[in-house]
């Protein structure tokens, strides 16, 4: 099962989630209120960018707007309204809003 960490930050505390069916990063972070900012949530302004320290290859690759878009935020990490959890897959994955 994958297990979601979001490191801590002045909007919350860290929190564990675990996600035994993958799913959208996004949904996941408003059901159990993860640190994590959002503002548009369709790949555009870069609010929900995170650094991925642990866990990349349980997350979905980039889907064509999230691959637009990171580059121009530097090239790295993800965006939080479009990462997917990989359905079926073990380990940790450890998420850090790159914006607090
Ligand atoms: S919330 Fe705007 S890019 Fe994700």
């Given at each position: 099962?994958?297990?979601?960490?979001?490191?801590?930050n002045r909007?919350g505390a860290?929190?564990r989630?675990?996600?035994?069916?993958?799913?959208?990063?996004v949904?996941?972070?408003?059901h159990?209120?993860?640190?994590?900012?959002?503002?548009?949530?369709?790949?555009?302004?870069?609010t929900?960018?995170?650094?991925?320290?642990?866990?990349?290859?349980?997350?979905?690759?980039?889907?064509?707007?999230?691959?637009?878009?990171?580059?121009?935020?530097?090239?790295?990490?993800?965006?939080?309204?479009?990462?997917?959890?990989?359905?079926?897959?073990?380990?940790?994955?450890?998420?850090?809003?790159?914006?607090?």
């Open positions: 099962m994958a297990t979601l960490v979001f490191v801590a909007f860290e929190k989630i675990d996600v035994p069916e993958g799913g959208e990063v949904d996941i972070c408003d159990y209120f993860a640190p994590i900012p959002f503002s548009c949530r369709s790949a555009s302004c870069g929900c960018q995170v650094e991925v320290l642990e866990g990349e290859d349980l997350l979905e690759p980039p889907n064509a707007e999230e691959a637009d878009l990171i580059p121009l935020l530097g090239g790295k990490g993800r965006l939080a309204c479009q990462a997917r959890v990989r359905p079926n897959v073990e380990g940790v994955i450890k998420l850090k809003s790159v914006l607090v």
